[in-house]
């Protein structure tokens, strides 16, 4: 079992950034991939991006966010980050670290053994 600690949510206005931080602890972080999910109010939770383990740390990301996300880990410190660009009212949601079931990137959240507590990220228009 692996714990997760999300971090960097908040309050932000269209067209703003923010960077999403998820910390690991509980086993090797290196060889599992890592993922983001989001449910906003009233809806399903949804893929958002993804990234293997080693060796190749392949990512893959949502269409919704494609172009304006950038999925990375810091094997050294067990984090996983999210870096969200030209936020839109669309991306608010509570935004879920996953981590993955063994090395390969999947969009499913079966795929997933163990999940964070969430951050909230709200976006103002």
């Known amino acids: 079992q692996v714990q997760l600690v999300e971090s960097g949510g908040g309050l932000v206005q269209a067209g703003g950034s923010l960077r999403l931080s998820c910390a690991a602890s509980?086993?090797?972080?290196?060889?599992?991939?890592m993922g983001w999910f989001r449910q906003a109010p009233g809806k399903e939770r949804e893929f958002v991006a993804a990234?293997?383990?080693?060796?190749?740390?392949?990512?893959v990301y949502a269409d919704s966010v494609k172009g304006r996300s950038t999925i990375s880990r810091d094997n050294t410190n067990n984090t996983v980050y999210l870096q969200m660009n030209s936020l839109k009212p669309e991306d608010t949601a509570v935004y879920y670290c996953?981590?993955?079931?063994?090395?390969?990137?999947?969009?499913?959240?079966?795929?997933?053994?163990?999940w964070g507590q969430g951050t909230q990220v709200t976006v103002s228009s």
């Open positions: 996953a981590a993955g079931l063994r090395a390969t990137t999947s969009r499913e959240p079966r795929n997933f053994g163990s």
């Open positions: 509980g086993r090797t972080f290196s060889s599992y991939a």
């Open positions: 990234i293997s383990g080693r060796p190749f740390s392949t990512t």
